[in-house]
């Protein structure tokens, strides 16, 4: 899978303040719906968190992957993240997150989900990926790092 399909320069976000989940998911709504037609902040929120509550999205070593399916959502969508300082996500392994991927996918496009959320865990799986991730020192450089991977 090749993340330009699903990723923008301009839905990178890097070194955002960490302040909770709930104000992370609120604040990535919020900049996600500015970047697209169809969505709204309040959906992609409510989508999120409904998910989070079935299960953290907490993947381990600082890397959460919060990703839902939203009725108004057109195309797949990513957002790539790295905050400031890390935050509680309910990892699995009890570490403070501080690298992120965002997935808003149709809601009709559930093979299609399971299928890019495998790649991405497989991707931020790789050590060398991530920790070039968190060097990064803007936007652009976590775009151009994603996308050469």
């Not at 104000?23 to 409904?50: C, G, K």
């Not at 501080?98 to 865990?121: M, N, R, S, Y």
């Amino acid at each position: 899978m090749q993340l330009n399909t699903i990723l923008t320069p301009e839905r990178c976000f890097c070194k955002l303040p960490g302040v909770s989940k709930k104000r992370f998911l609120t604040t990535i709504s919020e900049l996600i719906s500015t970047q697209t037609q169809t969505l709204s902040a309040d959906h992609i929120y409510s989508a999120l968190l409904a998910r989070e509550q079935l299960g953290s999205t907490g993947i381990g070593n600082g890397i959460a992957i919060p990703h839902c399916r939203v009725a108004d959502c057109e195309h797949i969508t990513g957002a790539l993240v790295t905050l400031e300082e890390g935050i509680d996500f309910d990892a699995i392994d009890s570490r403070s997150v501080d690298l992120l991927f965002v997935l808003i996918v149709p809601a009709q496009e559930t093979e299609e989900h399971l299928k890019v959320l495998g790649a991405l865990a497989s991707l931020f799986h790789q050590d060398s990926f991530c920790e070039a991730l968190r060097q990064a020192g803007s936007a652009d450089a976590l775009y151009e790092i994603a996308t050469q991977s």
